[in-house]
């Protein structure tokens, strides 16, 4: 929405639809009415966006609606279906870890478990530290807006592992590398971290020294990250072969 001059009616509009499709996709998909408003708040002055209160009150209304659609199918279902036992603290971190780092797929369990968990570690730590970053060193430069949309995309997918956690838990760690989407989902987190990463690193490179920390951290952080990768998709390869191979 930065580089597409569209009016700012027809953008409110097309984030309205989009939400709204997200939300019948996946339940998660709510949480854009909430993330979209400070992409859209980014992209054009918040003065700009209240001008247009028709637009505004559709998108309000429409998300109004969805919320009350999804609460009304929520409860129209059967009651045990969605009973579950109560969780601990450890085993919500737990699920919510093993979501994070979920691109480890393809390693035999028991290692599997462990390595979601490490890699899910390390992704919270190389996000955070990211957007620290970021509004540190990029607030009010040109590269903000595109920080604030893939920082967005990055808290979308923390929340959604948080749903996700509370919501099937009970179907255990494993449930995470049979469920497909979860596993697709997973890789939008370190897409969005290494996004945040690089263009906080371009905006350090024409300020040094004054940020030489922050740009040898990154810089460090991206390199070991983009191995770990590597070693991952390694380490997946034999095992794709041969299921191709028993094909």
């Given at each position: 929405?930065?580089?597409?001059?569209?009016?700012?009616?027809?953008?409110?509009?097309?984030?309205?639809?989009?939400?709204?499709?997200?939300?019948?996709?996946?339940?998660?998909?709510?949480?854009?009415?909430?993330?979209?408003?400070?992409?859209?708040?980014?992209?054009?002055?918040?003065?700009?966006?209240?001008?247009?209160?028709?637009?505004?009150?559709v998108y309000g209304l429409s998300g109004l609606l969805m919320i009350i659609l999804y609460s009304y199918k929520f409860i129209?279902?059967?009651?045990?279906?969605?009973?579950?036992?109560?969780?601990?603290?450890?085993?919500?971190?737990?699920?919510?870890?093993?979501?994070?780092?979920?691109?480890?797929?393809?390693?035999?369990?028991?290692?599997?478990?462990?390595?979601?968990?490490?890699?899910?570690?390390?992704l919270l730590i190389f996000v955070g530290l990211s957007i620290v970053a970021a509004f540190k060193i990029c607030r009010g430069?040109?590269?903000?807006?595109?920080?604030?949309?893939?920082?967005?995309?990055?808290?979308?997918?923390?929340?959604?592992?948080?749903?996700?956690?509370?919501?099937?838990?009970?179907?255990?760690?494993?449930?995470?590398?049979?469920?497909?989407?979860?596993?697709?989902?997973?890789?939008?987190?370190?897409?969005?971290?290494?996004?945040?990463?690089?263009?906080?690193l371009r905006a350090c490179r024409y300020r040094l020294p004054d940020n030489v920390r922050w740009y040898s951290g990154l810089?460090?952080?991206?390199?070991?990250?983009?191995?770990?990768?590597?070693?991952?998709?390694?380490?997946?390869?034999?095992?794709?072969?041969?299921?191709?191979?028993?094909?």
């Amino acid at each position: 929405c930065a580089q597409i001059k569209l009016p700012v009616d027809a953008t409110i509009l097309i984030a309205a639809v989009a939400a709204a499709l997200a939300s019948c996709t996946l339940g998660s998909g709510m949480l854009l009415w909430g993330l979209l408003p400070v992409v859209l708040a980014t992209c054009t002055p918040w003065r700009e966006l209240l001008r247009h209160r028709i637009a505004i009150a559709v998108y309000g209304l429409s998300g109004l609606l969805m919320i009350i659609l999804y609460s009304y199918k929520f409860i129209d279902q059967r009651p045990e279906s969605f009973v579950t036992p109560p969780a601990t603290l450890r085993e919500l971190a737990s699920f919510f870890l093993a979501y994070t780092g979920n691109l480890v797929l393809g390693f035999p369990a028991p290692a599997l478990i462990s390595w979601e968990h490490a890699i899910g570690a390390i992704l919270l730590i190389f996000v955070g530290l990211s957007i620290v970053a970021a509004f540190k060193i990029c607030r009010g430069k040109p590269e903000w807006t595109a920080l604030v949309i893939w920082s967005c995309l990055a808290a979308y997918e923390l929340l959604s592992g948080g749903l996700v956690a509370l919501a099937r838990h009970s179907l255990g760690v494993g449930y995470l590398v049979e469920a497909s989407r979860y596993v697709l989902a997973s890789c939008f987190l370190p897409v969005a971290t290494l996004a945040i990463a690089t263009t906080v690193l371009r905006a350090c490179r024409y300020r040094l020294p004054d940020n030489v920390r922050w740009y040898s951290g990154l810089l460090g952080m991206v390199t070991a990250f983009l191995a770990i990768c590597l070693v991952i998709r390694a380490g997946q390869i034999p095992g794709n072969l041969e299921s191709f191979r028993r094909r």
